[in-house]
């Protein structure tokens, strides 16, 4: 979609947050708007995600130990977490529409270095740059999906993440097909799909520009707002906090480590290897596509708690499996694990209403925060036990998500 299109066609599309009464004129949900900033999460987390599928280049490259690979992840992941609950703290407060190209000009900077980092320190500058630009794109881009969602938040926040989902798949599969066979420099050609990325964006900055309005919340004066007393908000809040712990502390035991498991468990080549892992990745997009609807008709409790516990028999089955199982139970733990996260971005936003951007920031923050130190601390276990250990261990953080039996039921905040 060129910004030509996607401003002038979609601008009377428009929904308004949750946390706003509707504006009676188009309450209908815009989905060229979700369309487009699902094709620039799309754009973003392809190339972030292929930093993580040329680690088994790399490591081969500059003679890295598993400690290392884990430390560009921590790096990366930290860039990406740190930054995001103040920038969404603070377009709260300022709304900046062109925040969004300006931060996949920052993951395009990121790219390039990579393609050329002559060593380990600047593959962590590379890393670091990707980072920022995810934690300047993931606030204002989920405050978009919000505002699109014509009060379907689920389906809109899930539609937004199918397109970073959908990303993270194709970037194995890309580099398997492209940059595996020709080195590191042919990263470079990547940047492509950031420039791409930055046109969508300034069409979605246009469109957001215009309806600036919609982001004045009238919120209820009578507490909260969804009926809960701050420490019932705060105490579901660390619930959320400790699944989204166990969700991206086992995700990243598999975005990091699972090609090399799969190389060091049945002899796969690296580009055998990043076949798998995109259909983790894609079992991911789906598992996100579902999830999402499936929230809005049944509740977002439900889905957290199956999603997140659900996983468990899986998750313990995946050590022992022969590679035909493993790749069964992988597209199986990718679409149940990958349906629950919408849930908890949106449950959270109702938590605390009149905190679009904040809100978002902070769980996408987390998030990726735990995937960095799961990296980080998968990578030392790695290396003084073995790959295969580490997904004995990690099998049993699901079980963790028996917590989600004490999060509040939410009122709407209408």
Known sequence: MTPAQSSASIAAAAAVPADATPAPADPSTAFKVLGAISVAHLMNDMIQSILLAIYPMLKDSFSLSFAQIGMITLVYQLAASLLQPFIGLYTDRHPKPYSLPVGMGFTLVGLLILSVAPSF?????????????????????????????????????????????????????????????????????????????????????????????????????????????QKQVLGALAVLGVLVFSKYFYLASLNSYFTFYLIDKFGLSVREAQLYLF????????????????????????????????????????????????????????????????????????????????????????????????????????????????????????????????LPKVEKSR
């Open 279 to 406: 259909l983790f990745l894609a079992a991911v997009a789906v598992g996100t596509v579902v999830g999402g609807p499936i929230g809005d008709r049944v509740g977002r409790k439900i889905v957290i708690w199956v999603s997140i516990l659900g996983v468990a028999p899986f998750t313990l089955m995946l050590p022992y499996a022969n590679l035909f199982w493993t790749g069964a139970l992988v597209v199986v733990i990718g679409m149940v694990l990958a349906s629950a996260f919408s849930a908890i971005v949106v449950y959270a936003q109702e938590l605390v209403p009149g905190k679009v951007g904040m809100i978002a920031g902070l769980f996408f923050g987390f998030a990726f925060g735990m995937g960095g130190v799961g990296a980080a601390a998968l990578g030392k276990l790695a290396d003084a036990t073995s790959i295969g250990y580490v997904y004995q261990v990690c099998a049993y953080l699901p079980l963790l998500g028996v917590v989600a039996i004490l």
């Open 121 to 229: 320190g600047w593959l962590l500058v590379a890393a670091v740059l990707v980072g920022t630009g995810s934690s300047v794109f993931h606030p204002e881009s989920s405050r978009v999906a919000r505002m699109a969602s014509g009060g379907r938040h689920d389906l809109a926040q899930s539609l937004f993440q199918v397109g970073g989902n959908v990303g993270s798949a194709l970037g194995p599969l890309l580099a398997a097909l492209f940059i595996i066979p020709h080195g590191q420099r042919s990263v470079a050609w990547f940047s492509l799909a950031a420039l791409f990325g930055m046109v969508v964006l300034v069409g979605i900055g246009r469109w957001y520009s215009a309806n600036r309005v919609r982001l004045k919340p009238r919120v209820r004066r009578d507490g909260a707002g969804n009926g809960l007393t």
